[in-house]
């Protein structure tokens, strides 16, 4: 059934995508939400992990089990996330530096 619906939804069917992603959702946010222990965050990586699912699918060979597949992907979005919190947080923005001075002091 699963490879039916990834043929249909490769070849544009929104419908068979839809189901795709009601049929996995729940698992995929439990993962994430396993790996990153903050519910909104794991909602917006779920979410982010299903469009690239998207955008990933004709890419899909087959070699895996789709379970398998979907959750890679979902892990690659939390790692990614990870790195990118990690360089905020070792480069920090720099406040602008001021022209403007009172009395000697930058205002």
């Known amino acids: ?36 222990n903050d519910r ?11 469009i690239k ?8 060979r087959g070699e895996a089990k789709f379970a398998n597949w979907l959750y890679r992907i979902a892990t690659n979005v939390c790692i990614d996330r990870y790195r990118l919190e990690r360089r905020e947080i070792n480069c920090p923005q720099q406040k602008p530096s001021s022209s403007f001075y009172l009395n000697g002091q930058p205002y």
Not at 44 to 50: L, N
Not at 53 to 60: A, G, M, Q
């Open 1 to 36: 059934m699963t490879q039916d619906l990834i043929e249909k939804a490769i070849k544009g069917d929104l419908e068979s995508f839809e189901i795709i992603v009601r049929k996995y959702k729940n698992s995929v946010y439990n993962l994430v939400l396993r790996i990153l």
């Open 40 to 50: 909104e965050e794991a909602q917006d990586v779920t979410q982010e992990a299903f």
């Open 53 to 60: 699912l998207y955008s990933s699918l004709p890419s899909f």
